[in-house]
């Protein structure tokens, strides 16, 4: 499968790693839209959110644990953050891996 963030969870494509685990990795987005801008993701392809099965509704917990640790280690944990989870088109999603952005070091402002 030519999936991107699948090529970077098993090594075959760069990223600048800063969290793994048997399940989750999490890296740099290659396009920051903040001074903060962190790529969370499953080892396990799944497309979207509506790919997303019962058994594997506690990665969606263990992720944003791991925003959580990365949020305070990234010290935007006080300052505040946002974590995002985009679904097909209207949600804006282009990589069809599900992926939780952590993004922060600056005021958001809604865009929807
Ligand atoms: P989404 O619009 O939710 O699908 O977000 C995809 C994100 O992945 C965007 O913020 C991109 O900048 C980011 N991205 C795409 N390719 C890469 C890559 N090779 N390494 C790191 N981030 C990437
Ligand atoms: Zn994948």
Do not use: S, W
Not at 20 to 48: E, V
Not at 101 to 111: A, C, Q, V
């Amino acid at each position: 499968m030519d999936c991107i963030f699948c090529k970077i969870a098993n090594g075959q494509a760069p990223a600048n790693i800063i969290y793994q685990d048997k399940k989750i990795i999490a890296f740099d987005d290659i396009y920051p839209k903040a001074p903060q801008h962190k790529l969370i993701i499953p080892r396990k392809h799944i497309a979207t959110m509506n790919d997303l099965a019962k058994d594997d509704a506690g990665l969606i917990e263990e992720m944003t644990l791991v925003a959580q640790k990365l949020a305070k280690e990234l010290n935007i944990d006080q300052t505040g953050y946002r974590i995002i989870i985009n679904c097909n088109q209207d949600g804006g999603q282009i990589v069809y891996h599900l992926h939780l952005h952590l993004i922060g070091g600056r005021p958001l402002m809604f865009t929807g």
